[in-house]
């Protein structure tokens, strides 16, 4: 099977920054993309950042220009910078890795990591 780990999540003051780390280990061959999403309370599993195989990116419209997505799919491991964070981003970050085993691929997750933004 396939393990995700998320680490870094915590307590941070309104502007303040937190990095957030993902690894995934165990039966993989390929890893198509890995990507992180949150989920507040009251409200739905919503995607934040994600990054491919071939480095592309695409971000949540909400943290374009705060948050950056970074690492290597082809090592397993990819992180989340979140800067300029705000209330709003209150929430339990999940990481999830796109795992491809012959002709299928499968989606496995982590489970979570809280960061909580407050004064």
């Known amino acids: 099977q396939v393990q995700v780990a998320e680490s870094g999540g915590g307590l941070v003051q309104p502007g303040g920054s937190l990095r957030l780390s993902c690894v995934a280990s165990?039966?993989?061959?390929?890893?198509?993309?890995m990507g992180w999403y949150r989920q507040a309370p009251g409200k739905e599993r919503e995607l934040v950042a994600a990054?491919?195989?071939?480095?592309?990116?695409n971000y949540a419209d909400s943290v374009k220009g705060r948050f950056t997505i970074s690492g290597d799919v082809a090592k397993n491991t990819v992180f989340l910078q979140m800067n300029s964070l705000k209330p709003e981003d209150t929430a339990v970050y999940y990481c999830?890795?796109?795992?491809?085993?012959?002709?299928?691929?499968?989606?496995?997750w982590g489970r979570g990591t809280q960061v909580t933004v407050s004064s």
């Open positions: 990054i491919v195989s071939g480095g592309n990116t």
């Open positions: 165990g039966r993989i061959f390929t890893i198509k993309s």
């Open positions: 999830s890795a796109d795992v491809v085993w012959g002709d299928h691929t499968y989606d496995f």
